[in-house]
């Protein structure tokens, strides 16, 4: 779960828009449930405010400031284990997860790349962990 937390950490100065599903295969682990209910008080406050229709899934398609601290942590606590979330760059995927932690695709340059690398490295995460696309 180390590589969807670094890779967003990564990227989080270029994605402009980001969003979470607050759903999973599994039960939420203890340590991001206080980020659980936080996604669900961010979808509540859009449907009070009018930018989420009060009919969609309170749990669907959360909008996510990646600005604020407090809200990238959110995306970031439930990117490994959600069955959906994804960050874009002027409207364009740059990241995205799913399937409750066994899939996530990332957009990097080399530096980026490299930076990523060396994270994991450094929490013990193999380079065998991520695969280059052609």
Known sequence: MAVHRE???VRRPDIDAALVDAYSDDEWPPSVLRSYERALA?????????TRSRRADPGMGIDIDVRDD??????SDL???TIG???RREG????????SGTSLW???TREQEAELRSRLEARGVPPTALAVRP
């Open 42 to 50: 961010l979808a509540a406050q859009e449907a009070a405010n009018g």
């Open 85 to 87: 979330a994804e960050g």
């Open 70 to 75: 407090e809200q990238f942590e959110v995306l």
């Open 7 to 9: 890779a967003l950490r």
């Open 79 to 81: 990117a490994p284990y």
């Open 106 to 108: 990332i957009s990097v």
């Open 92 to 99: 364009r995927l740059v990241f995205s997860a799913g399937d």
